[in-house]
């Protein structure tokens, strides 16, 4: 049961000395901006997506593309390889992941975050189709599919950190010429949809926030996205489009339990961060840490080595090195075995 | 839990300063059978990276083996951890979160409370796993886990003013 996984950070090592040294964290050199918005004190936390923040498409097993798109933000697949039409289109302000260790990252990344809006609560119930309504910030799930015609308006009332979650249990589907209006200060950045199966956007239209799909993403002729698109096992289809990574502007704090932007050296963090817990997958049975190199031997068995060298008892450290992974147990001419 | 939840960042670095272990982070994933993976750097202990991260409201879990085939490994002590000793987690965009033990429990592999090590009881906890009772020769495998869980005390950002975030 021992796993191959296990990703190794080489930038980790110079910090080690300067970060825990006598406690101290003077000198310390931010490795990666913070990701996401602290939340104001009623409201839900943003979805944080890792290192999948930096990318306007993310896919599982293709991207495929018709016409001059142009994407703002890196653009990547994992496992799959296959990026095609770019050109005629371009990816500026980024960088294009073909089933490198990024993209293996960023598709990690995305499903922590996908699990992590997936969970919200509390949820508001919405109709199947979303056109005409003016939603504030909150989580709003429809058990199957979600969809808008026309327009949908998203207010944030004057609160930037404003965060709209939505939770599609299949498809997202929006049909030509929608609109996903942001109002009242509302930020593309803080607009989630979460969607079980693949989200469709049709032709001609307005769209904000990050999709998070479960299998794909198909963005239909023209239209233009202020957010992401990413799509963990399927494909993501663009068509003419434009794709932008949102910028997000952390809004100063206005009520009194909220928190400030800046820190100072050596203080602690203070007010109001992300509230919402965050469970993700729960792994089944019990880790396997551990080899017995330290163990004692019991019960009168001799463990012999490839080598033909015995060990009894104690532990191996004091014995001298093995050069081989296993130990075997062999039945031993009147000895006793396990 | 009194301190304030942290935002989200990736663990780089862990320092458990009464065992003297300061050490870079792997990340880790899932086998495809379900089971966690396991770091296979026996000196390097891994975030389990389908979960929140330290400092974050749920509980973050750090898995390190407690030994090689030849020896001691990263985790050989945890064992030996008492309430109030410290665990420190440095993340990637330089905050270090602390947490205290709490306490240190070992279960049976066969009834591993995995819900309570990777479920979320509202507050911000980190558990460091590995292995530890009876060593079964037979199958190669220890018996049981030692589970430490600790809670958020509190954090220290860097001396530099974050960038804003994109």
């Not at chain 1, 990547?76 to 302000?93: D, E, I």
């Not at chain 1, 956007?201 to 479960?214: P, V």
């Not at chain 2, 891994?46 to 083996?65: E, K």
Request: glycine content about 14%.
């Amino acid at each position: 049961m021992t796993g191959a996984g296990g990703k190794h950070d080489h930038r980790s090592h110079r910090w080690i000395s300067v970060a825990l040294a006598g406690g101290t964290v003077s000198g310390l050199v931010a490795l990666a901006s913070l990701v996401g918005t602290p939340a104001a004190s009623a409201s839900q936390a943003t979805v944080g997506l890792g290192s999948a923040t930096s990318f306007a498409v993310l896919a599982g097993t293709t991207v495929t593309n018709t016409g001059p798109s142009v994407v703002s933000g890196d653009l990547g697949l994992s496992p799959g390889s296959a990026v095609t039409g770019f050109p005629p289109g371009t990816v500026g302000n980024g960088t294009i992941h073909a089933a490198d260790a990024v993209a293996v990252q960023a598709q990690s990344d995305l499903t922590t975050g996908y699990l992590d809006a997936a969970g919200r609560t509390p949820v508001t119930t919405v109709s199947a189709d979303l056109g005409g309504q003016t939603l504030v910030a909150g989580v709003y799930k429809a058990t199957s599919g979600l969809g808008l015609t026309g327009t949908v308006t998203l207010d944030a009332k004057s609160d930037a950190n404003s965060v709209f979650i939505f939770q599609a249990g299949s498809t997202l589907i929006t049909a030509s010429n929608s609109t996903v209006q942001l109002t009242g200060g509302a930020q593309a950045c803080n607009v989630f949809w979460q969607v079980g199966s693949s989200a469709t956007l049709g032709t001609g239209s307005s769209f904000s926030g990050s999709i998070l799909a479960l299998t794909s993403a198909t963005v239909q002729t023209g239209t233009t996205v202020s957010g992401r698109v990413l799509a963990r096992n399927g494909q993501v289809s663009l068509d003419n489009n434009t794709i932008t990574v949102p910028t997000c502007t952390r809004a100063a704090a206005t009520s009194s339990t909220s928190s400030t932007t800046t820190v100072a050296a050596g203080t602690a963090q203070s007010g109001a961060t992300p509230t919402t817990a965050v469970t993700g997958v729960i792994p089944r049975g019990a880790p396997a840490t551990g080899a017995g190199g330290t163990a004692p031997a019991g019960h009168g068995e001799l463990l012999v080595t490839l080598g033909g060298l015995a060990l009894l008892g104690a532990a191996a450290a004091t014995a001298v090195a093995l050069t081989v992974r296993r130990r075997q147990v062999v039945h031993l001419p009147g000895g006793r075995d396990a | 839990m009194t301190a304030p939840a942290v935002l989200r960042s990736v663990p780089v670095a862990l320092g458990i300063p009464a065992l003297g272990v300061a050490v870079p982070l792997s990340s880790l994933g899932l086998n495809s059978d379900g089971t966690v993976e396991v770091p296979t750097d026996y000196q390097e202990p891994g975030w389990f990276r389908l979960g929140p991260t330290p400092g974050q409201i749920g509980s973050s879990v750090i898995l390190g083996h407690v030994d090689s085939y030849q020896g001691p490994a990263v985790f050989f002590k945890l064992g030996t951890l008492r309430p109030g000793d410290r665990v420190d987690v440095l993340l990637a965009d330089g905050v270090v979160v602390h947490f205290a033990v709490d306490g240190v429990a070992t279960y049976l592999k066969s009834q591993f409370p995995a819900d309570q090590v990777y479920g979320s009881n509202g507050s911000s906890a980190l558990e460091l796993v590995t292995c530890g009772g009876q060593f079964d020769q037979r199958s190669g495998h220890y018996l049981s886990n030692i589970v430490v869980a600790t809670s958020l005390v509190g954090s220290t950002s860097p001396a530099k003013v974050p960038p804003t975030p994109r």
